[in-house]
């Protein structure tokens, strides 16, 4: 099966399950961990903050990041396809109690005049917008990089206005990458930043939210009572810590392989896409008159798993699983698929 459904379906290498195999660890919600501690260590250190704690999933760091920042009744700004807002389960009315004020962005970025221009004043009829969160690469936009120029503009503007601002980098990796920028210099404008170990860089689980020590203290507390606390947590640290070290460098091969994709889908008759859309491994494409879920099933018998993602869209994700000749295959297995359905 060629499995382009997400980046999330990467299986651990065999290097890589040696070094959780031979992980050193003790109980991490004691401190004891000496794996998750080098972890947390090297991941603060790259992204230029002081400190970071290991989470189970990148839902949690987001959603452990605005309960750290805000208070029940305040309000958040985010782009209207965040991953925080969109597939997080209503986590930040569940868990933190805060509003989300939603701004349209283009491919799901948005622009610091934009986030000004929905600014609560200080009037005790409104909530207090306290933080704003954006998203590097953005999942809804087709793995779309966020400018880091429109960054720092934002940051400025939160500067001045009081805010914090947080990153959820799901695939802030395929972002360094994708524009050669390191990740302290695109991590600085952030008062906190969420990285994923389990996408691109082929880590089982896990990610870390990022920021000062004192947000991190603090985001410990909320990771206990999100149910978070892990205990010989070690042995799936020393994954990701592999993948930190060793993983990152190979997601330009996931691009490139991404770009090959997009421009043979966009030959295939029935298609619509445009690779100059595609800037890092995920490949979102149009099929007019063609019900997505329809070609996921067609395509299932041929070997190929997409994900639907729209009636008419469907998305392909590149990934440490997929080989240049398995990618040189899902164009012809489309226009087949697309044949057996008109």
Known sequence: MIDLRSDT????????????????????????????????????????????VFMPSGTMTNQVALRLHTEPGDEVILESQAHIYYYEGGGPAALSGVMCRLVPGHQGIITAAQVEAVLRPEDPHF???????????????????????????????????????????????????????????????????????????????GSALVGTVEQMARARRFRKMFGGGMRQAGIIAAGALYALREQRDRLAEDH??????????????GISLDPATVETNIVVFQTPGIAAPALVDALKPLGVALLPV?????????????????????????????????
């Open 9 to 52: 379906i990467t299986q651990p290498t065999a290097a890589m399950r040696q070094a959780m195999a031979q992980a050193v660890v003790g109980d991490d919600v004691l401190g004891d961990d000496p794996t998750v501690q080098a972890l947390e260590d090297d991941t603060a250190a790259l992204l230029g903050k002081a400190a970071a």
């Open 127 to 205: 909530p207090r917008t306290k933080l704003v969160c954006l998203e590097n690469t953005h999942n809804r936009g087709g793995g779309k990089i966020f400018p880091l120029a429109e960054i720092e503009a934002i940051a400025r503007l939160c500067g001045d206005r009081g805010l914090q601002l947080h990153l959820d980098g799901a695939r802030f990796w395929n972002a360094c990458i994708a524009q050669n920028i390191s990740p302290a210099n695109y991590a600085a404008p952030f008062d906190t930043i969420s990285v994923c170990f389990s996408k691109g860089l082929g880590a089982p689980v």
């Open 256 to 269: 490139a392989h991404a770009q090959q994709l997009a421009q043979d889908l966009a030959q295939v008759d």
């Open 310 to 342: 729209g009636a008419e869209a469907l998305r392909a994700v590149t990934s440490l699983m997929v080989t240049s000749a398995q990618i040189a295959q899902v164009a012809g297995k489309v226009a087949e698929a697309l044949k057996s359905l008109q």
